[in-house]
């Protein structure tokens, strides 16, 4: 169900073929109302440039390079943490986008002293924008203005729970042919190099991003001055209190990823973007940050976690990530009973840590560790009939399994589908290895 649309004289009641539903937000430049696109089925995010903007003799020409570079990715863009662009309509007078609608906020409020998140949440944040703007770098981009205000969040029960980068008006296109705007962005968050007007890549994202983590962590900007003369010489030259100096139980290693983040010249920043994803991820596996509430396992140790196993090994990073969301992840301690033996068979684990113990009468057959599977083969039968678990699985050391079913592998892209086919192929292939292995020298079997 959705929101009754509201009943006031300045709200449109339909942009193109999009029934306006209520006002989400609105700039200097542009309003975004929440839609609903009937012919998808789907609530939509609908940014439209105001007119009085593109009739501005002086900066309207401008507007309309960023609704250009902005549209221009329009289907471009396929990631978890990056907001989609659907459409985008110019017509005399009128340009508007459509987009991904995100119910939540911005990362904005987040930055008062009196508002911010817990230290693991920050961190999580972080690794999940670094992992998106690298994404975004591999498609020849640089988004330019990653700020709070351009990572929306997604709420659930009051809390937040992920993030998605959005706003692309600003994105520097490296292989484009065409002229585009330079010196773009938001002088808070903006690298030396970008102020300056010098050459612009990865790092210079890197930067903007090590500013909004530290804003989120201390509630302040990496550089604050009264004027925007002494916050330009601030951010090219002036030094940057350590994190851990404004906001307690803030580690020394925290301070080392993110001040890194924030150095002066680019390539004392991190040479790649999974780099600094890394080290984010880093901190938590460390645990060099306080857990606070939330002891669940974050997503950027299932990630990681992932990128670790064989089966997974030719997974993309956008794969990866429908793994994490879409998959069961549960913990089983010592010697409980994982599969019975003539039980029916509707899912397989992945083992992501630990180890278990195959057994056919009470025999030891097999022990399967991290990155081996359990229960595919009756998970693969061709018939309900066979269908059924051929041993007994018994937990010998604490495991974490990754668990689908066909209801929730269904649920994942067709891409991704493949890559567990493939992945199946491989172990099917070298169990019928093993097996002629075993049956060509028959001595070694015990």
Wanted: proline share 5%; net charge negative.
């Amino acid at each position: 169900m959705t929101d009754a649309p509201e009943t006031s004289p300045s709200l449109p009641e339909q942009i193109g073929e999009y029934r306006v539903v209520r006002k989400l937000g609105e700039g200097a430049t542009s309003e975004v109302f929440l839609c609903r696109d009937e012919f998808h089925d789907r609530d939509v995010a609908v940014k439209r440039v105001r007119e009085a903007a593109l009739r501005d003799p002086v900066d309207g020409r401008y507007y309309s390079r960023f609704f250009a570079a902005e549209a221009a990715l329009v289907g471009r863009l396929h990631h978890p943490h990056v907001v989609q662009i659907y459409d985008a309509v110019e017509t005399p007078g009128e340009q508007y986008l459509v987009m991904e609608h995100v119910p939540g906020s911005t990362l904005r409020p987040y930055c008062r002293v009196d508002q911010l998140l817990p230290l693991e949440l920050i961190v999580e944040i972080g690794f999940k924008c670094a992992m998106a703007l690298g994404y975004v770098f591999r498609q020849g981009l640089i988004h330019r203005d990653v700020k709070p205000a351009n990572i929306l969040t997604v709420s659930t029960a009051g809390h937040v729970t992920d993030v998605k980068v959005s706003d692309f008006g600003s994105v520097l296109n490296l292989g484009a042919d065409t002229t585009q705007v330079h010196r773009v962005g938001s002088l808070t968050y903006m690298s030396p190099e970008q102020l300056d007007g010098g050459a612009l890549n990865a790092q210079s994202d890197m930067y903007a991003l090590g500013a909004v983590l530290y804003h989120l962590v201390t509630g302040h900007a990496p550089v604050e001055a009264a004027s925007q003369a002494a916050m330009i010489q601030g951010i090219l030259n002036g030094p940057v209190v350590p994190p851990s100096e404004r906001r307690h139980a803030v580690e020394p290693a925290v301070d080392d990823v993110i001040l890194r983040a924030l150095n002066k010249r680019p390539e004392d920043r991190y040479a790649e973007w999974e780099d600094f994803a890394n080290a984010l991820a880093g901190l938590v596996t460390n645990r060099q940050v306080p857990r606070g509430n939330l002891q669940a396992v974050l997503d950027s140790e299932r990630f990681s976690l992932l990128r670790q196993l064989d089966f997974f090994s030719d997974f993309d990073d956008v794969e990866l990530w429908e793994v994490v969301h879409q998959a069961r992840w549960q913990r089983f301690a010592t010697g409980h009973r994982l599969m019975r033996r003539g039980e029916k068979g509707r899912d397989f684990h992945i083992i992501a840590q630990g180890a278990v113990e195959v057994q056919r009468d009470g025999q030891r057959v097999e022990v399967l560790k991290a990155g081996m599977l359990v229960g595919e083969m009756a998970y693969l039968a061709p018939s309900r009939e066979l269908r059924l678990r051929t041993a007994d699985v018994v937990v010998i050391d604490p495991i974490t399994t990754i668990s689908f079913t066909p209801e929730t592998l269904g649920q994942i892209s067709l891409a991704c589908r493949g890559r567990f086919n493939e992945a199946f192929i491989a172990v099917l292939v070298r169990r019928l290895h093993a097996a002629h292995e075993a049956l060509s020298h028959p001595q070694r079997i015990l």
